[in-house]
């Protein structure tokens, strides 16, 4: 049986990398020795078995009660079977994920696999059935930057302010998009990490996530800044930092010059 | 020897006592002339302030002929391409025309802004300097009070300022304000509904309303404002420190108005125009283009009032949830706490300092010098732990920022701030006290050593 | 760049030159009389600095001048930014050389004169028995005083009386009325009718009465679906959520902004539950207990609105809010909303 092997593969690999992982310091990532020479599945389960499946569990089942695993940690996560490639490749190129704690928030680091590595994940999560969605090809260039705007605020200024500069959300905090792809917003979208909703294609089209990816694009990464120095694009409180840390000292100083005693 | 030609000097001479046989100004001339300016660099921040009204009233004025104060629906179809199509009020589509069609119109736009910042913060900025000092001491209350009043006033008509363009932060700080006027006690309901002239978000009046209370009404009583508070100071002339054994409380020292002081605080009003300008044309303030137009089912995060407003931000943020009831009858909604209470209390300590410290010092003489802060050190404690609570309030306003930027996180901040606004105050007022004694105590030391050398110095003499 | 140049001329200017020592003529006062030399005391001569004063003078025209160039040129790259800096150097220069004119070359006296009399009290007595003679004619004071004072009272109040048409000041059931009635359908921003079916979990919609404005406060609810089994509602509203839909007012109950933010676990068992927030003051309200608040300002709940699902599966209100929408004022409670 074909499924059998592969279990026996999956066990006999997450030995062997859990032996490698000791080696190796804490924070870092278990790689089998060979890993160029291995097939894109083949890798794909190794690393799986090396770095996620003490919280995903064997096979992308989930672990949902906590468990002791050689690194320390207590491994808990949710099952990945039918998540996807959309979803997982996301969390890898985002950095998200490994995760050193289970319970602390994924927040956007350097990928810590390579892009072969990350494409063989992708692709062995996405072979455990059920079939998940596909990695999205978003359009923003077929976008409307008004129709963007609204949804934009309707659906994701709460969180992620009005230009895309990231915020708070009590529990959480919110990425701003500066760094996000399109293809991560449109995934981010649809998957809804962490404490974010989950939006849809019943809810959001793939014609307004269109629109959407083009205005937080826009507004993160090109703002329309006709003013002069843009100072974040939050609004008020870098203005007041402004106020007082440069006009306030630069007025100051200028009294300084025009009246001459300084000390009473 | 200074002096232009002849002709000239009679030119000059001719002129004023033409003014003079029609006015009967030139003993009023001649006196402001010599008017006598104290020296000293913290004087001139008042100054700063004036400047930066006046640089408000004049660019302000130029704003009001393109703005056009009306919540009417309309469809964007300026030059700004992202907003094409979208409905907004001709209130937004005006301010945004006015920022991206009108030449010039954008720089305007961005300096009022600015001023109004700067205008507030060197208000602030005098006021420390008036009461560390205890510069608002007999005979000068009045001018104390009519200080504050001008600070809250201008506090009122900056909110109006942003308000009224309509974009999402400005309906974002209205629907605050509503929540705020309605939470007042007994009135609150009716009070929102009559200045909101209906339920928020008000009805299109609405708009009209804050448009005069801006440029007409709230101006006006600033500008009065401002000329009975210049008028007191000249009549009970400048407090002064005593930087000279000619400085008493009987007698002023300073440089007189001609031609000393006019030429630099003349320079001072060009060199604030000058900067003004200047963060006008690079610092960009206030995007609107950036929020977009208000709609209430809309909300954005970091939503932040101008600096000014900040406290009251941080006193809503801080306060924990409960609304003052009984039963399950509401007397007091939780807003009016941080929102109406708090200013008022900062209000009322602020304006009864001149008598609480009367009570405190028993002092019921005038007052024409000036302390330095450790010289008063009931004051200064008073007064920086004070300044310390609100500005600790202040700060826990932008603690959502701070979770973006810095990482650390909201609601452990806010349990933070809660117990820090009680503690850390108290902990300022000691220290403050302990440390202008210790000023004082190494003050009387220098001095007796002084006294020491000079009397060696004259034995050796005699000797 | 030029203004950094223009900065740094103005401090060099002004830290070179050293104050000289001020003369004084002895018994020269304030009101001292001669002629027009002998009132003003001689300056320092500076012709040197005089030619500074000038330059800076004509550098300030000629950011004007650039100013107007600037602005009667077509529209280019970095107009707004000139059209500051221009502006701000012209000022800037005119400035920098009034203040180095004050300090280099105009005379800074050091005058001194008697502060002001403190008090003029002969005067105001004076003045008081003025006020007090003019009235000795008088024989019924008190009468007239206290007519006189309800005369400008009821003058005082007629004239405010204008003022109660800028409001409904006392009708306030505005403020409890909403557009909400038994089998009103949710419909979206377009109007398009809410399906129960459409309804996910794990995010949030936003929905207004059909046919009716989506401004007024009263209007706009917040959409969201949960695990039935984990709902942990009120005993009386135990049928307000179908399949576990629940609708509340998107108008937090503190400060009237939009509750616009919805945060639901990925995985629960490691990460927060569910809950509305709102981004001014961050209350937040936990859905699955009826909107109660469990973070924040806020005092009350958020309300709820009870919902059904009709024959064609479309969601439908079944009745008003659970309490008042929207900020909470004197007496909010008892007055539940119409």
Request: glycine residues 10%; charged residues 20%.
């Amino acid at each position: 049986m074909r499924a059998r092997h592969l279990l026996l593969a999956v066990v006999l690999g997450a030995l062997a990398i859990a032996g490698a992982a000791h080696a190796q310091p804490r924070s870092g990532v278990a790689r089998p020795p060979n890993e160029e020479q291995l097939p894109l599945r083949e890798l794909g389960s190794q690393l799986y078995a090396g770095n996620c499946s003490a919280c995903h569990g064997v096979d992308g089942r989930g672990q949902r009660t906590p468990r002791k695993t050689t690194e320390g940690i207590e491994g808990q996560g949710p099952p990945l079977r039918g998540v996807g490639a959309r979803s997982v490749d996301f969390y890898l190129r985002t950095g998200y994920m490994p995760l050193s704690k289970p319970d602390e928030q994924p927040v956007r680091r350097r990928a810590l696999f390579t892009d072969r590595e990350i494409r063989a994940m992708v692709d062995y999560v996405a072979s455990l059935p059920p079939p998940g969605p596909p990695i999205p090809r978003p359009e923003p260039g077929k976008g409307n930057l008004a129709e963007g705007y609204e949804l934009f605020t309707e659906h994701c200024a709460g969180c992620h302010q009005v230009a895309a500069q990231g915020g708070v959300v009590t529990g959480a905090r919110v990425p701003p998009l500066e760094d996000s792809s399109a293809v991560q917003i449109a995934q981010a979208a649809r998957v809804g990490p962490y404490l974010m909703p989950k939006f849809s294609e019943k809810d959001i089209t793939d014609a307004e996530l269109n629109s959407i990816i083009k205005y937080a694009e826009m507004a993160a990464k090109r703002p329309h800044n006709d003013g002069g120095w843009g100072i974040g694009n939050i609004g008020p409180v870098p203005e007041g930092m402004v106020t007082w840390f440069i006009a306030g000292v630069a007025f100051v100083l200028m009294c300084v010059v025009i009246g001459s005693r300084l000390r009473s | 020897m200074v002096g232009g030609q002849p002709g000239e000097a009679e030119l000059i001479r001719r002129a004023l006592l033409w003014l003079d046989a029609r006015t009967g100004a030139a003993p009023l001339v001649r006196k402001g002339l010599r008017y006598l300016f104290p020296d000293h660099w913290s004087f001139l921040l008042g100054e700063v302030a004036l400047y930066a009204f006046i640089m408000l009233v004049a660019t302000g004025i130029y704003l009001t002929l393109f703005f056009e104060p009306s919540f009417g629906e309309t469809t964007y179809t300026g030059s700004y391409a992202p907003m094409q199509g979208l409905p907004m009020s001709e209130a937004y589509r005006s301010a945004l025309e006015l920022s991206f069609d009108v030449p010039s119109g954008l720089l305007m736009r961005q300096t009022h802004h600015w001023a109004a910042n700067v205008f507030v913060a060197a208000i602030v900025l005098h006021m420390i300097r008036v009461f560390f000092t205890g510069a608002f001491r007999k005979p000068r209350e009045l001018t104390w009070i009519i200080g504050l009043l001008m600070l809250f006033t201008t506090l009122l008509e900056g909110y109006l300022g942003y308000s009224m363009v309509d974009d999402l932060l400005s309906g974002i700080g209205l629907a605050i304000g509503y929540g705020v006027a309605l939470s007042v006690p007994v009135i609150g309901a009716n009070l929102a509904l009559g200045i909101w002239d209906g339920p928020f978000p008000g009805s299109t009046v609405f708009e009209s309303r804050m448009y005069v209370a801006h440029v007409f009404l709230l101006p006006i009583l600033i500008a009065t404002l401002l000329a009975g508070h210049l008028a007191l100071v000249a009549s009970r002339h400048h407090t002064q420190f005593r930087a000279s054994k000619r400085a008493t409380q009987r007698r002023i020292v300073g440089m007189p108005a001609f031609p000393a002081q006019t030429p630099r605080s003349l320079g001072l009003m060009l060199m604030t125009a000058a900067l003004l300008f200047l963060l006008g044309g690079l610092v960009q303030i206030n995007p609107i283009w950036q929020w977009g137009p208000y709609e209430t089912y809309q909300a954005t995060n970091g939503a932040q009032p101008d600096w000014y407003l900040g406290w009251l931000i941080g006193s809503l943020r801080l306060m924990p949830g409960f609304d003052l009831s009984i039963g399950d009858y509401v007397l007091v909604p939780n807003p009016f706490w941080g929102g109406a209470l708090f200013p008022l209390v900062v209000l009322g300590v602020l304006g009864a300092s001149p008598w609480l410290e009367r009570r405190f010092t028993g002092e019921r003489g005038f007052n024409n010098v000036l302390d330095r802060p450790r010289d008063a050190p009931g004051r200064t404690a008073f007064g920086a732990a004070f300044f310390t609570w609100v500005a600790l309030i202040f700060i826990s306003g932008s603690a959502d920022r701070a979770d973006v930027f810095l990482g650390l996180d909201y609601e452990s901040q806010i349990w933070f701030y809660r117990v820090a606004v009680i503690v850390v105050p108290l902990l300022v007022f000691f220290v403050t006290r302990k440390v202008c004694a210790e000023l004082q105590a190494s003050d009387a030391i220098e001095e007796a050593r002084e006294a020491a050398e000079e009397e060696a110095k004259a034995e050796a003499v005699a000797a | 760049m030029r203004r950094l140049w223009q900065g740094l001329l103005a401090v060099l200017t002004l830290g070179l030159g050293r104050r000289r020592e001020r003369r004084r003529d002895e018994g020269e006062g304030d009101s001292g009389g001669g002629r027009g030399h002998d009132l003003v005391e001689p300056g320092p001569h500076n012709p040197g600095t005089e030619l500074g004063v000038a330059a800076l003078f004509l550098l300030a025209a000629a950011s004007a001048v650039a100013f107007i160039v600037v602005y009667s040129l077509e529209r280019f790259p970095a107009q707004h930014e000139l059209f500051g800096v221009t502006l701000a150097a012209a000022f800037g220069f005119l400035g920098a050389g009034l203040i180095v004119l004050a300090r280099r070359v105009l005379p800074s006296e050091e005058l001194e004169e008697d502060y002001p009399e403190e008090e003029h009290v002969e005067a105001g007595i004076e003045a008081a028995t003025i006020v007090e003679e003019s009235g000795r004619s008088i024989t019924r004071k008190r009468l007239l005083t206290a007519a006189g004072g309800t005369a400008g009272g009821a003058i005082g109040l007629a004239a405010l009386t204008p003022a109660l048409s800028l409001g409904p000041w006392f009708h306030t059931e505005p403020l409890r009325r909403t557009p909400w009635r038994a089998g009103r359908r949710l419909v979206d921003r377009e109007g398009k009718p809410y399906r129960a079916e459409e309804i996910e979990r794990e995010t949030f919609y936003t929905a207004f009465p059909e046919g009716a404005s989506h401004r007024t406060l009263g209007s706009m609810l917040v959409v969201v679906r949960l695990d039935p089994a984990r709902l942990r509602l009120p005993r009386e509203r135990a049928d307000w959520a179908p399949e576990g839909i629940l609708a509340f007012s998107k108008v937090c109950t503190h400060a009237g902004c939009a509750v616009g933010l919805y945060r639901k676990p990925t995985y629960p068992p490691t990460q927060p539950p569910p809950g509305l927030v709102c981004p001014c003051h961050y209350s937040t309200f936990d859905p699955a207990l009826g909107g109660e608040v469990v973070f924040g300002p806020a005092g009350r709940p958020l309300p709820q609105l009870p919902l059904a699902i009709d024959g064609a599966g479309e969601l439908r209100a079944r009745g008003n809010f659970s309490n008042a929408i929207g900020p909470a004022w004197w007496g909010v409670n008892l007055e539940k909303p119409s």
